[in-house]
């Protein structure tokens, strides 16, 4: 079935240090893809999408490109902040018909330190 | 993008007893969602909340357990019945909106539920 795996965690930064999450994902056809952030103690809140091959997402000083031939849809940012610690979670989904449910990976832990 | 609220932020509960989930939403929406997230876990996707008829349950969900309203476009809510310890997790609805509808999806901020 249709699946996303991220690298596992937790991420520990410095500030100001270049930042990479790895995304894959296993999927029959040609889904969206999501990157969510779930701050401390607060819900999930989208960060940036891309609906098709070679697209890039962004928002906020992060980055993912949507790379169909290595099925990836890595995140990245040049320079964290501490205000960047949170989970991050990598999504696919599938355009209407469907339940369009989105299918979650199991969520990233970035730690940033001063 | 949607403003999503839920009731009640957070609760604790006893074994046995049951406890309803409101979501509401400041716009017109035609899909909305419920996800668990149990501790340290991803999203599941509970059920898919139709307007007007049943909601629509995923594999390892039924009706008896999770109760689904969606009595019109802009409020559902979930029900967890004859809770268990098990059932302690973070209960999230969302809603399919804007672009082609059910791709992206806005979150409300989530019901911390635990069971003793």
């Known amino acids: 079935g249709d699946s996303v795996t991220q690298m596992e965690g937790p991420v520990t930064l410095s500030e100001e240090a270049f930042l990479t999450i790895n995304c894959t994902y296993t999927a029959t056809g040609y889904p969206s893809l999501f990157w969510y952030v779930q701050y401390p103690g607060e819900g999930l809140q989208l960060l940036l999408k891309?609906?098709?091959?070679?697209d890039k997402g962004s928002n906020k000083g992060f980055e993912a490109t949507y790379r169909k031939e290595t099925t990836s849809f890595h995140l990245e940012k040049g320079s964290v902040q501490v205000s960047d610690s949170a989970v991050y979670f990598c999504a696919l989904s599938f355009y209407g018909g469907s339940q369009g449910n989105l299918i979650f990976g199991k969520g990233t832990k970035l730690s940033v330190k001063p | 993008s949607a403003v999503i609220s839920q009731k009640p932020s957070r609760d604790i509960c006893q074994r046995g007893t049951s406890l309803t989930i409101q979501c509401q939403v400041d716009?017109?929406?035609?899909?909305m969602f419920w996800y668990r997230q149990q501790p340290g876990q991803s999203l599941t996707l509970i059920a898919t909340a139709n307007q007007g008829s049943e909601a629509t349950y995923e594999s390892g969900f039924v009706i008896d357990k999770f109760p689904i309203s969606r009595p019109n476009l802009t409020f559902s809510t979930l029900t967890v019945s004859n809770m268990s310890p098990e059932d302690s997790s973070i209960y999230l609805c969302?809603?399919?909106?804007?672009?082609?509808?059910?791709?992206?999806?806005?979150f409300g901020p989530g019901t911390r539920l635990l069971v003793l």
């Open positions: 969302s809603v399919g909106y804007g672009g082609r509808s059910g791709e992206t999806q806005y």
């Open positions: 891309a609906t098709k091959a070679d």
């Open positions: 716009s017109q929406v035609t899909m």
